[in-house]
């Protein structure tokens, strides 16, 4: 059964008792902390089954971050892994869930301020920024950064998500100082860029750099590792060790033009891939994982992506609500 986008307002109009707001706090901080096992999801897929309430609880968490914008980023970086800042993170969601939409404005004075990056996307959006020595930086979804330009060098601090950068000359150079390295650090260790167009992506227990034009030297953070990658390869790497280099995916960067190519991917990974730019809980059943996905879908509007996916695949998109999605075996019954 399909949920409909007026779901918003009634849902929101329902009072939630604090024991079910808590939970759903849970839940929420959890999930976007990166952290949560299988077995987990599944609990927590029979909780939101379980009453109508824990669901319009969900509904009601994912309403609250997405209309604070910075704070999607903020809950899946490598803060919410320690249980104070957790425990603190899902009191002030679930204090916003129950006052909401009094609590708007309180938000953005709670807790999570002192998590805010200097520039992050929500859900679903991407942003490109012009760095003050020249550079571009593109914004992938549930992305946040920090620009830290000093005498000695251009960083940047990529907090969550991923990025990707076009580096410009260092405007110093030309004032005959020396040329300040460009830098993108994330929690396993940096890229210097060597004049350079490259993506750099935290993927909360490893990182990942792709090259497309120049050249990059990736270190690791205990700084044992050091590799250089060239145009058309890439990498991951976590704080002690680097992976083999491998060919770059020749789709690499798409995002950055709001949209996500694929090429005979199988459709589990597909979902994982797209359910980064939609709230809420998107899955793929096993019976149909290892189906095989080809093309470019225009991420603007990931339910028509879905609807593609079912025309192109023998599957069907079964919507227990809004937020909870799942990609089955055309037939089936959800």
């Known amino acids: 059964m399909s949920a409909s986008a007026g779901e918003a307002g009634p849902a929101a109009a329902h009072p939630l008792t604090r024991q079910v707001a808590s939970r759903a706090a849970e839940w929420f901080v959890l999930i976007q902390s990166g952290e949560c096992t299988p077995r987990q999801r599944g609990e927590f897929e029979t909780w939101l089954a379980h009453d109508p309430a824990h669901a319009r609880a969900w509904q009601r968490a994912i309403q609250v971050s997405d209309r604070a914008g910075s704070v999607p980023p903020a809950l899946g970086s490598p803060a919410l892994r320690r249980p104070r800042n957790r425990r603190e993170a899902v009191r002030s969601l679930m204090l916003l869930m129950a006052a909401a939409p009094v609590g708007w404005l309180a938000w953005r004075l709670a807790p999570w301020q002192q998590w805010s990056a200097t520039h992050a996307t929500a859900t679903g959006e991407q942003r490109d920024l012009l760095l003050p020595d020249g550079s571009r930086v593109w914004l992938d979804t549930a992305s946040a950064i920090d620009i830290d330009f000093d005498d000695t060098q251009r960083l940047v601090w990529l907090r969550s998500g991923?990025?990707?950068i076009e580096t410009a000359h260092d405007p110093e150079a030309a004032t005959g100082n020396a040329a300040r390295p460009f830098l993108v650090r994330t929690t396993h260790g940096s890229a210097r860029a060597i004049g350079t167009r490259f993506i750099v992506r935290d993927d909360?227990?490893?990182?990942?750099?792709?090259?497309l034009q120049g050249a990059v030297e990736v270190k690791t953070g205990d700084g044992r590792e050091v590799r250089r990658l060239q145009a058309g390869q890439q990498l991951g790497f976590d704080a002690s060790r680097i992976e083999a280099v491998r060919p770059a995916d020749p789709f690499a960067g798409q995002w950055?033009?709001?949209?996500?190519?694929?090429d005979d991917m199988r459709l589990d990974s597909f979902a994982a891939e797209l359910s980064r730019y939609r709230s809420g809980l998107l899955r793929c059943e096993a019976a149909v994982a290892g189906l095989r996905i080809t093309g470019a879908f225009q991420l603007d509007d990931t339910d028509?992506?879905?609807?593609?996916?079912?025309?192109?695949?023998?599957?069907?998109?079964?919507?227990?609500?809004?937020?909870?999605?799942?990609?089955?075996?055309?037939g089936a019954t959800g």
Do not use: D, E, K
């Open 256 to 262: 950055a033009r709001g949209v996500l190519a694929v």
């Open 204 to 211: 909360a227990l490893r990182s990942q750099v792709a090259v």
């Open 162 to 164: 991923a990025v990707l």
């Open 304 to 330: 028509a992506v879905l609807r593609n996916v079912a025309r192109l695949l023998p599957v069907q998109v079964l919507y227990r609500t809004r937020y909870w999605v799942t990609l089955a075996p055309r």
